[in-house]
């Protein structure tokens, strides 16, 4: 019997339809993938991945760590505002922020202003699980982790709520989530391209 040949259908998610203008920035909580999923992603677009954590980190000499420990907080937070301004380029990239940095007022302007905006917004057992194999997290060091990731996701995603895009992130393959992310691209990136074109039709009828 002659074996009938099964043509693959691409999904739509696997590839960006309209030009990327912008550098896209993948914003939330310590533990949402940025960095496993910013890399992934801007592979997939043929893009630089840069992280904010890891700059501030060379810039400063010190780890993310040992700046909280000697300089602060607030130091830390005027450092990060300076380095994200540079990483922020004419040519797009991906950009991996820490997860206080959309919470500081002038950096979130400029993030929202510049960039794409992408909340990974993951559930807090997962980003407990995450947290969890690395001792790397200065915020984490003050109680119970579960606690303070439950305080800071009550704090910070009414306002991680202002991204552009959103996309939920859990225990699923990372090849997912940058396949959710670049599906609600194509849909941002068409709506933009739209409001763009209307703007220039009133433009060009205007007496």
Same mark, same amino acid.
């Given at each position: 019997?002659?074996?009938?040949? /099964?043509? /693959? =259908? ?38 630089? *991945? ?5 700059? =501030? ?44 940095? *959309? ?5 979130? /302007? ?13 559930? =807090? ?29 009550? /704090? ?52």
């Amino acid at each position: 019997m002659k074996r009938v040949k /099964k043509t /693959k =259908i691409k999904s739509p998610t696997t590839r960006l339809r309209y030009p990327l203008t912008k550098s896209i920035s993948l914003i939330g909580l310590m533990g949402s993938g940025k960095t496993t999923v910013g890399t992934r992603l801007a592979r997939k677009l043929g893009i630089p *991945f840069v992280d904010s954590d890891t700059e =501030i980190e060379i810039a400063a000499d010190h780890t993310v760590s040992e700046i909280f420990e000697k300089f602060g907080e607030e130091d830390f937070r005027e450092g990060e505002r300076k380095v994200i301004s540079r990483l922020i380029s004419d040519t797009p990239n991906v950009l991996g922020t820490g997860g206080g940095a *959309f919470m500081d007022r002038e950096t979130r /302007k400029k993030l929202k202003e510049k960039t794409v905006t992408v909340w990974l917004k993951a559930d =807090i057992d997962h980003l407990v699980e995450r947290t969890s194999r690395r001792d790397t997290r200065p915020l984490l060091r003050a109680g119970n982790p579960k606690e303070i990731l439950r305080k800071l996701a009550k /704090k910070r995603y009414p306002v991680y709520g202002q991204a552009a895009i959103t996309v939920e992130t859990g225990a699923g393959p990372h090849e997912k989530v940058v396949g959710d992310i670049i599906w609600k691209l194509n849909q941002y990136l068409a709506k933009e391209i739209k409001k763009q074109d209307n703007v220039k039709s009133k433009n060009n009828h205007r007496p």
